[in-house]
């Protein structure tokens, strides 16, 4: 009997990874936030995923974080800013041979949810695929992609990688999963806050090449001092691709703000100035661009931690 896959987080990415999963035949549970939740939830029947305009329901159970039985296997699908209240609510449930999946974007929320859950095993992931909310329960898969998985504590690969493989979810194990998700950090850190800043597209940031390359250039000693030279391995470069190649996109963050949704700053941009703060470097074109961020955020109402 495969062990049963908890996704905690109906949205995006939770629903992209449940879906998949629940369609494979491999057991699966959503973890909703409360009974009212779990109660719309059951009233609508399940997950709906949209893939190239085909919509597909899949009756995957739910429950809330209360419910008895403990949890083997955890998928945290939230936002980075609601990592560790949402692990501390399925705290008791977890044991010595309880895995983490951690899809959070950014870096900071991996080591806090690790805080929490001392005894289990914690595997970080990276991802490149897109998904958006279209309703309540309800996902488009924007962009196919792929998502690295890896534990800095431990390089050997869980077996279960074969379900991801049975449910058709592109992945490989990553020995250096930090490298990744620094270097990740790092590109979003150099384009979307000035993206929100200049209220363009990535594209629009062609326009603002020298900018562009300052923040790359404090990055790329930011990095090496982190003891990361892999990630900062022909960084402005790499940037100037991405901004190229994705020039009609819209940052996530610019989406995030343009839906007056909370942003994940404190784990991108702030985390990557606490680190040079805790090295010791200066970095005072990325500060700035911090300092502006939050300014701009407070100005339209919006958390800006
Ligand atoms: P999302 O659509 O906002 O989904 C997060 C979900 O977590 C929401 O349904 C939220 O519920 C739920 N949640 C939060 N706290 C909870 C709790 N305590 N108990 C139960 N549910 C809880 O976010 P997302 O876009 O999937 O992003 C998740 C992470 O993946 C982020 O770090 C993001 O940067 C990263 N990522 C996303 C994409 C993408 O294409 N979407 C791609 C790569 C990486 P409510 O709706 O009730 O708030």
Not at 30 to 38: A, D, G, K, S
Not at 203 to 223: I, K, P, S
């Amino acid at each position: 009997m495969s062990t049963t896959w908890h996704v905690l987080g109906a949205g995006s990415l939770g629903t992209l990874w449940a879906a998949r999963l629940a369609r494979a035949g491999l057991p699966v549970r959503l973890v909703l936030r409360n009974e009212e939740r779990l109660q719309a939830y059951r009233a609508v029947g399940g997950l709906t995923l949209v893939e190239q305009g085909q919509a597909q329901c899949y009756p995957v159970p739910g429950e809330t974080a209360h419910s008895p039985e403990p949890i083997k296997r955890l998928l945290l699908a939230c936002k980075a800013y609601d990592a560790v209240a949402a692990v501390s609510s399925v705290a008791h449930r977890l044991s010595a041979d309880s895995e983490l999946i951690l899809l959070q974007n950014g870096l900071g929320s991996q080591d806090a949810v690790a805080q929490c859950a001392p005894l289990a095993r914690c595997i970080s992931a990276s991802s490149t695929e897109g998904a958006f909310r279209d309703g309540d329960w309800r996902v488009v898969f924007a962009g196919h992609g792929f998502t690295w998985l890896g534990d800095p504590a431990h390089p050997v690969a869980p077996f279960w990688l074969d379900d991801l493989a049975i449910a058709g979810i592109p992945h490989e194990w990553s020995a250096d999963i930090l490298t990744r998700l620094w270097r990740k950090l790092a590109l979003n850190c150099a384009i979307n806050p000035l993206t929100v800043l200049h209220h363009c597209n990535n594209g629009g940031l062609q326009a603002h090449r020298c900018e562009v390359a300052t923040l790359c250039a404090e990055l790329t000693d930011l990095l090496e001092r982190c003891g990361q030279p892999s990630a900062a391995e022909d960084l402005q470069p790499e940037v100037e691709r991405v901004i190229q190649a994705t020039a009609v996109n819209y940052s996530s963050m610019y989406q995030d703000v343009s839906h007056r949704r909370r942003t994940e700053i404190s784990y991108l941009l702030g985390h990557a100035c606490k680190a040079a703060r805790r090295h010791e470097l200066a970095v005072p074109h990325l500060e700035q661009v911090r300092q502006r961020l939050i300014a701009h955020l407070e100005n339209l109402g919006l958390p800006s931690d």
